[in-house]
Structure formats: structure tokens, C-alpha cells
């Protein structure tokens, strides 16, 4: 059996239901970044999402797939304010890209869903694009749900990004719902909830019975883009297997566990909540060595400056007690780091 493909919506995009996210790169040297992304393609890898603001991911891109351009399909993002900027953007991402266009061209993590009229100028300037033949399609990523739902409703993209893993929620689901209603593609980012989740055919399988869904997987190491394409000839099945192991593991979690999405931001205190309250598992699930070097320290440090306001509380979806969540995690983080505690 094959790796199913998708279509993304309106944009008419027909791609394996296994895409590439570049973000992770940015930590590679060039020419491993190039090996992974050259293997990535040859493997069956047609998707390449990547964006402005990861430093030189595009160039990355540019320097393992220009040859193959036509073959792929690249989706970038800008996270430019206004329209100035948003020119000189795009104009970098074609120059470091070696191409004429993108096929996706989004706003990247938007506050707001930007509209024709609204002032700003920023979607007509998109549109323009659009008639140069600079941008092929129209896309928005986004961190809020309510954002995301805006977009949607607008009508007026033709990609949602958005975070989603078997670990998200009704709401996130729905999402999904929404976007093919709307005939819209849905870029799956966080597939692996940040490292909470660490096996890969469970993340896989789950996507599987979406189809408007492809999810980018970000990729740092060889060996971890090998298990992403092995599911282009072994896509995992979500058989009662794996539905059971993926049940078994939100039962493990509890559901009283932090999903990293951020709603609840930002803190007034610049307390970086959405990795803080989950320090626990991700010290746990994921390699620990990084979460507890001195950035991550002294991030974590800053839950002692917690003013007990309420407001990340009151956000969460979830209905956790997120300064209580802070705390417990920040107390488990200061044992392992005494080597209190073994992890
Ligand atoms: S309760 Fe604490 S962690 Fe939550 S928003 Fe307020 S200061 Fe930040
Ligand atoms: S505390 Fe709640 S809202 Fe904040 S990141 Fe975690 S799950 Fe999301």
C-alpha cells in the first residue's frame, strides 16, 4: 500500500499526505540540511513548507531543490506588518529560494485575519502578488483557534496552518471539518505536539483519515526523515491497534496535561507557559539534555515571578489550573536538575 495523497483544497495542490516541515533545518549545516532535503524528495517528499522568519531555511531549500523545482511544491510565510515590508519579503524569500514563485505564500502566525479594505493593505498586496504570478496561493497560519476559525469563515484563504496531532482536541478537529467545508487545505504543523508525542506511526496513522489534512513534519536528523518515509510505502494503518495505543496514551497523560498551544498567552510576566507548564513530560518523552541547559533554566526561573492574575487560567481550553501546573512542573524541574530526580 501507498502513502495516500491530498489535495489541498482549492488550490488544486495533489501531494502525498506526508509533507516536510522546515523549520528543524535551520540547525543543520548546509550541506546536511541539503542531504535531508534531497533524500526528502527523492523518498517521495513533494511538500516543503518553510518561511521567512527561520533563518536560512529558504536558502536551504533553494540551494538542494531549485533544480527540482518544478517537481515540488514550496509554501512559504511572512510575518511582515505592513505592506513595505511585506514586499521586500517576498522579493528574499524568491531570491534565497532560486525561484520565480511560491505556491503557497501565508501570513505567518497572524494576530489578526487580514482582509481586503480593512486598511491595512496587506491582503490586496497578497492579491497583487497573486496577478505577478510571485504567489500562486493565499495562506494563513495560525496559534489561536479563534483566529484560525475567522480565517476559515473569511473565505478568503485558500490554506489554513494550524497545530494538529492526536493530542488535540474537539475543537481542533472540528477545525479540520470546517476547512473542508470551506474547500480549504489544512497544513498540519506540530504533528508530534512538540515533542510530547515520540512514535511516529501513531502521529502518521492519526492524520490518515483526513483528507484535506497534510501534515509537515519537521525534520532535523537523517534518521528521523528515514521513519517519515517509510510510510510512503508502509503508511501505519489507524487500525484498532493503534487506536488503542493512541487512546492509552491521552489515558496516560490524563488529561491534565499542558498541550503546548498557547492560548493562554501572553503572560504579563513573560512566563513562556505553553513549554513551561509541560516541562514534566517533555523532560520525559523528549531527549532532556535541551530543556535543561541555561535558556530553559532561566525560562523556568520565571515562574517564581508569577503574579497569581489569572489570565493564562481563564484562557485555557482545557480548563486547567495553569500557575498550579507551573509550579508543580517548575518543583519536578528543580529535582531533576539536583539529580533528585532520574528522567
Ligand atoms: S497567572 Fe502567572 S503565569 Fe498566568 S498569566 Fe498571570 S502571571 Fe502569567
Ligand atoms: S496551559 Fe492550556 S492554554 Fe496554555 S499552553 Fe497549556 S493547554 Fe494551552
Known amino acids: 500500500m501507498k502513502c495516500k495523497t491530498v489535495t489541498l483544497g482549492s ?10 516541515g522546515a523549520l528543524p533545518i535551520q540547525r543543520d549545516d548546509l550541506e546536511t540540511a541539503a542531504a535531508i532535503l534531497r533524500r526528502a524528495y527523492e523518498g517521495g517528499m513533494t511538500f516543503f513548507d518553510t518561511a521567512r522568519a527561520y533563518s536560512d531555511s529558504e536558502e ?5 531543490l531549485s533544480d527540482v523545482r518544478d517537481s515540488i511544491f514550496i509554501a512559504t510565510k511572512t510575518m511582515a506588518k505592513n505592506t513595505e515590508d511585506m514586499k521586500k519579503q517576498l522579493d528574499t524569500s524568491l531570491h534565497n529560494l532560486k525561484t520565480d514563485h511560491v505556491d503557497i505564500y501565508q501570513f505567518h502566525c497572524a494576530g489578526t485575519v487580514y482582509k481586503p479594505g480593512d486598511g491595512t493593505g496587506m491582503y490586496e498586496l497578497m492579491e497583487d502578488f497573486k496577478r505577478q504570478g510571485m504567489v500562486r496561493h493565499i495562506g494563513i497560519t495560525a496559534h489561536k483557534i479563534g483566529v484560525a476559525e475567522e480565517a476559515v469563515d473569511s473565505g478568503l484563504y485558500e490554506t489554513l496552518q494550524f497545530p494538529f496531532s492526536y493530542l488535540s482536541g474537539e475543537r481542533e478537529i472540528a477545525l479540520t471539518k470546517r476547512c473542508a467545508e470551506h474547500n480549504m487545505g489544512f497544513i498540519a504543523m506540530k504533528g508530534l505536539a512538540g515533542g510530547l508525542i515520540n512514535n511516529y506511526k501513531m502521529a502518521f496513522a492519526f492524520m490518515t483519515p483526513y483528507d484535506n489534512v497534510v501534515p509537515i513534519w519537521g525534520v532535523q536528523r537523517m534518521s528521523e526523515l528515514e521513519e517519515w518515509l517509510s510510510c510512503m510505502d ?11 495505543m ?12 499542558c498541550r503546548g498551544c498557547g492560548y493562554c498567552m501572553p503572560c504579563p ?3 513562556e507557559i505553553n513549554n513551561c507548564a509541560r516541562m514534566s513530560l517533555m523532560l520525559r518523552r523528549a531527549p532532556s539534555a535541551n530543556w535543561l541547559n ?20 481563564s484562557k485555557c481550553p482545557y480548563e486547567l489550573n495553569t500557575p498550579e501546573l507551573l509550579k508543580k512542573n517548575y518543583e519536578d524541574y528543580k529535582r531533576v536538575l539536583a539529580g533528585e530526580v532520574e528522567v
Do not use: S
Open 269 to 271: 510576566m513573560g512566563i
Open 60 to 64: 536551504k531549500v533553494g540551494y538542494a
Open 11 to 20: 488550490t488544486g495542490i495533489v501531494t502525498p499526505q506526508n509533507g516536510f
Open 294 to 313: 541555561e535558556h530553559w533554566q532561566e525560562e523556568m526561573k520565571k515562574i517564581e515571578t508569577c503574579i497569581e492574575c489569572g489570565a493564562c487560567r
Open 234 to 244: 508502509n503508511p501505519p494503518e489507524l487500525d484498532d491497534e493503534i487506536r488503542k
Open 246 to 257: 493512541i487512546e492509552d496514551d491521552k489515558k496516560a497523560l490524563d488529561g491534565e496535561f
